[in-house]
């Protein structure tokens, strides 16, 4: 386009003189204004912010004066010690006083212990303040005053009897005080708008206005609070910030702006002349005279052969990117049909024997490669080689599908594979004839009819377990929730007790037994890389009392406050099962584990009061293991019972758990096998990080939750555990029920949702909340391994789960008065 535009050169070395003198002038001009020295404006000193932040200051002493004789006034509105006074009415009695009073956001009336007694925002009774910094320095105090809040500007809280030993009143200042505060001494001082203030805590936090930058330029002064009559100076200081001293100097005149004018038209005159003188020979050597058949000037040949070659070089790049452009789209379509189907695909010149793939670098762009058939051939068995020249030269031969099943050579772990490799015969573009081929490696099982019923069998009997262990993970849910809201019952009866302990330890058993029909149906692929060593074995030992140690005593030497270890739960339950049938074939009485948390090669700061689960490892087992933390498990067995005879037994059994262990990255010992003595083997098995306690503090201790649950008996459940724990519960049937409820009010803390709902799936219903509302929390509830690889983004509850689960994930509701 731009070559299309022509300037006379005339005006363009107009132009170009004209924008040098106006150049020229705004710099003389600039320097002029530089000597000149500024006139700074005298009444926008100091003086005027000191007197303002000073008056500032000393309203803020005679607002926290107030609030101590406001607080005053509710405790003797509120009579604390008047047992005909319910809480109730006490709490009306706060809302109507603040009604009356908007610069407080509340008035809290708290107990000796911390728990909120009475207060105007309902979500705060039977809450606790025992935890919070200023109640600890209140303790001995008549009157305290704690800095910011979340929705206060300050709190004053004020004993009501002797310090220590009395309740207290909690009034909770409105950020509205300190503005109020602000316009007062603006009407009072007629002070300018762009004067602000701002107050600063003892910590340097900024209680009302922002915190300015360091190099801020305007001037300002800063005034210190002294605190009330019983208040002690709370160390708050307040910054006035004055306009920017205004610099004033003197405008340019008149008739130097006339010169200036004068110069740069005459500099664009003189260029257009000039211009013109130098245009005009140029002008006549590219058009020729008119009416005349004198050939075309030499200026406007060479400008159409340039114009000629440009546009040509132009198309041609064009074609190229486009062809280039193609030939990835084709690249693309040959590598997404390879992993879809399965079939490598090849191409083979029979004239030089090479064979073209294509494949993709590590930048992820595809590319050409080459080897030679001789490569090619040397990949397969020698006894195979010519049935592949035999099947390339019947594919040149004639038209169709050449088929041949080729072997390949075995790989370094001694195992060979069988190839299908189909040729077909093609052509390119130059009309020279080439072979295409299509390989994929064959699964001898998985490729007969008996492998592929197989599979068919494995995919439903994968169906039919997740649906039964989803209904049994639903009953054992209900079955802990109402255990769980039962056990914590106030003044429950200790025989009701034991016997609710009893069956929550029969739910957590029928857990373990819903883990093992998913890792029997879901294959080692599916397996949990971390376990509970102690569950574990709680869950399983009676498992192996009942079934293959024929009511032999069994021994729990496990603690519960173990850390996770790095190996499967499958694994440890099949290690543990060929040892006790090893056990129980020798004819040894009885079977014990015990654990204990150790390092190995590593010395702490807390090793000296980690006390004997935790030292640094000494023994023979110490320099075969890396350093780090393990889980050091015992196996042990009783003697043999008097009068039974030694059996000869062999070592399979041993054998299997200790390669289990092994592939879990484990260390097995065998120290005694039986034969003799009882049987002795020991695991060491790595410990995974301990995961440090969720901060609590960023959840209230009363949250608004969603709970979309299908089955109502599992929904009314888990809402009944919900409100136990002092939630609010908002219930819904399905996703959809979900989301009519969100876009009516959204005003929800967490949403817990059960994936395998019918319709809208958990993990739907989630995509769509994260979407719309942003600010909820999302939990998905699922049995352990059901939910998606795309939900591990969310939280996730495994179903069956307890109130302490639904607690670790909420956060554990603030203490409260018995």
Known sequence: MLDSVRIPLKVLNAAQLAGIAAAAFALACLAAGLAVPDRIDPDAGGRRVLEASRSFAEAVDEALTGAVTDARNVALLLRPDDPDLTEAARADLVRDWLALNPRYRDAVLIGL??????????????TSVAREPWFARARNAVAVVAGPEADAAFTVALALGPPGRSDRLQLRAAPVLFEEIGA??????????????????????????????????RPHAATPTRGGQDLANPGWLVTGYGPVAERTGSAP?????????????????????????AARPLARLADAPAGSEAPVSAVREIAALTGSLHDRARSADTRLARADTGLDRVRGRLHIFETMSGWTCWEIDPETRQVIWSDREEAGTPADRAADLTDLAARFEPADHALLDLTLRAALAADGPHDAVLRTRPDADGGGARVLVRFLRGTDAAGRARVHALSRALDTAADTPAGLNERRRSHVLRRVTDGIVHDFNDVLTVVLANLGVLRRRPGLDPELARLADTALAGAQRGAALTRRMLSLARGAEEGIGESDLAATVAAFLPFMQGNVLRDAPVIDRVPANLPRVLCPERILEIALLNVAFHVRDH??????????????GVETADDATAGAAKEPLEGPAGPGLPEGTYVHVLL??????????ARAVGMDGIETAARLIAEAGGVWRLLSDGSEEGFLAEIWLRAAERTAPAEPAAWASALRVLLVESDSLVRASVAEALAELGHRVTQAASGEHALALLAESDAYDAMIADQSMPVMTGLQLAAAVVERHPGIRVILASPHGHLPAAGRRFLQLDKPFRQEDLMALLGPPEARAA
């Open 587 to 600: 004819g040894l009485h009885g079977f014990a584990v015990g654990a204990a948390e150790q390092l190995v």
């Open 636 to 645: 042990a067995s009783g003697r043999r019972q008097p009068g039974e005879p």
């Open 253 to 277: 005149d008149g008739r130097v702006l006339g010169l200036g004018l004068a110069l740069v038209l005459a500099a664009g005159a003189l260029g257009w002349m000039l211009g013109g003188r």
């Open 184 to 217: 007062r001494v603006r009407r009072a001082l007629a002070l300018p708008a762009d004067l602000v203030f701002t107050v600063t805590g003892a910590d340097g936090r900024a209680l009302a206005g922002s915190l300015p930058p360091t190099d801020d330029p």
């Open 113 to 126: 212990d911390g728990t909120v007694r009475t207060a105007g925002e309902p979500r705060r009774l039977g």
